[in-house]
């Protein structure tokens, strides 16, 4: 009578990457990095607030093909840290808001199951951009999670919408995706405006300095 042998299953692989393109065109990499960027910023100090994109989302433990990969995502009562992959199970809660930035070719997943699996997973908020305005009408819609089931958050009368979990402003001028802080009224500037804001600090700084050497000169003069 033969023996037989068991063997062990080996450790489950959750890969770091589908394969797959971070954006499509330009135009949907830059407004990934942007939102990516004005929301890191944000959430900068917030220990508990974690910002990314384009990362595998694992929703079940075992199963390597139970997952997706959002645009850009929000996740608040999490730490802060690098991280190559996120596991719900480890975590202990999904992302409370994801950003897609639609296309022709995605919209059917976008529109469909994956905001779909976005409800069942229990993500609070799901916006939608089409910074091509190809599809989507209009080109920035938001879903609010209520008792399971996603609802469209009206749009104000300038078509701007209001994210509670985040509480920001979406708006979009001259076809960019936009943030304005519903407290202070201040919008949240995009990298490159950043680097512009930086550099006239710095030369209204170093154009202070050398105003107060002169007086302190003209004094000593005097």
């Known amino acids: 009578m033969g023996r037989t042998t068991t063997r062990r299953a080996g450790p489950v692989e959750y890969p770091e990457s589908d394969g797959s393109l971070i954006a499509e065109t330009d135009w949907h990499r830059e407004e990934m990095f942007a939102l990516l960027f004005m929301l890191e910023e944000r959430y900068r100090d917030d220990s508990d607030a974690y910002v990314s994109g384009h990362m595998l989302v694992y929703y079940e433990e075992g199963n390597p093909r139970a997952v997706f990969a959002p645009d ?47 409800a069942a997973l229990g993500v609070a908020e799901y916006y939608l951009f089409d910074p091509l305005y190809e599809y989507l009408r209009p080109p920035v819609q938001g879903f609010l999670l209520l008792n399971g089931v996603y609802r469209a958050i009206e749009p104000d009368e300038n078509g701007g919408l209001f994210s509670p979990r985040l509480g920001l402003r979406l708006w979009l001028d001259d076809r960019h ?32 300095e050398a105003e107060l050497a002169r007086l302190r000169r003209r004094l000593g003069e005097e």
Do not use: H, N
Request: charged share 35%; glycine share 6%; proline share 6%.
């Open 72 to 118: 850009v995502f929000v996740v608040f009562g999490v730490p802060k840290r690098m991280r190559p992959i996120y596991k719900l199970w480890e975590e202990g809660r999904p992302p409370d808001i994801v950003f897609e930035l639609s296309s022709r070719s995605t919209r059917r997943q976008d529109t469909g199951p994956k905001k779909d699996l976005c």
């Open 177 to 208: 995706l936009q943030a304005t802080d519903q407290v202070t009224g201040e919008r949240l500037l995009r990298l490159a405006e950043l680097g512009a804001a930086r550099r006239d600090a710095e030369r209204r700084a170093a154009e202070a």
